[in-house]
């Protein structure tokens, strides 16, 4: 079944103590991006990768480090998490436009973290 | 960089009947529009989406339409059914040959179906 694998799905961490968050996809998508989702904002990007070993800064990436070693793999890593980075994180995948397939985001089921 | 406006952020609407929600966007270069449909405990999932080429598309009961002047798109839910009621989100997106640089999405829509 082709999919965005997340985890874990819930986090519960304290203040200052480095944590990954780990995204696998199956469909050998050169896109990948991470994603938080707060009440009334909707989904903001925090970093995007376009292909292995190329990432860059999506609108929220303060605090936040990904790292694309694989095709497969994006995970995201909060160095020292704050209160503030309470959230629900989404990873997404997607092909790139022009390869012939499909264009759309295939999102992960979640996580939610919570800071304390 | 892009900024996509979503209204309403709630609606209700009976069942069967249609429910409308409508996003604006700022940036010109913006060509491509999906729609997500959110249920609860899960991800995102896309449900139609349309390139700037294109005035609308339909998919059984979804359709969208896109009016590039005005840069707003909307989407149409006719015959609405319980399995209907989720957040929706509007998003947009400057997309070429070489990728895609980032998806913005509006702030969502609840929507309930009564039944």
């Known amino acids: 079944e082709a999919q965005v694998t997340q985890n874990p799905r819930y986090l519960i961490t304290v203040t200052g103590k480095k944590l990954t968050v780990t995204c696998s996809q199956n469909?050998?998508?050169?896109?990948m991006s991470w994603y938080r989702q707060d009440p009334g904002l909707g989904l903001r990007q925090i970093y995007y990768?376009?292909?292995?070993?190329?990432?860059d800064k999506g609108d929220v990436p303060e605090g936040y480090k990904v790292s694309r070693k694989e095709k497969r793999n994006f995970p995201l890593i909060l160095e020292s998490p704050s209160p503030n980075q309470t959230s629900l994180y989404f990873c997404?995948?997607?092909?790139?436009?022009?390869?012939?397939?499909?264009?759309?985001?295939?999102f992960g089921s979640g996580t939610r973290l919570t800071v304390v | 960089g892009e900024n996509v406006e979503q209204h309403p952020s709630t609606l209700s609407v009976q069942e069967g009947d249609s429910a409308v929600i409508k996003c604006t966007y700022s940036?010109?270069?913006?060509?491509?529009f999906p729609w997500y449909k959110q249920e609860l405990g899960k991800g995102p999932q896309l449900i139609i989406d349309?390139?700037?080429?294109?005035g609308e598309k339909k998919d059984q009961r979804i359709a969208v339409t896109l009016n590039k002047t005005a840069k707003h798109f909307s989407l149409h839910i006719t015959e609405t059914q319980p399995e209907d009621s989720a957040v929706y989100f509007c998003?947009?997106?400057?997309?070429?040959?070489?990728?895609?640089?980032?998806?913005?999405f509006g702030t969502g829509t609840r929507l309930t179906i009564i039944p």
């Open positions: 997404a995948s997607s092909p790139i436009p022009g390869t012939g397939k499909n264009y759309g985001y295939t």
């Open positions: 469909m050998n998508h050169e896109y």
């Open positions: 990768s376009m292909n292995v070993e190329v990432t």
């Open positions: 940036d010109s270069a913006s060509n491509y």
């Open positions: 349309i390139r700037s080429n294109v």
């Open positions: 998003a947009a997106s400057l997309i070429s040959n070489f990728g895609n640089e980032k998806l913005t």
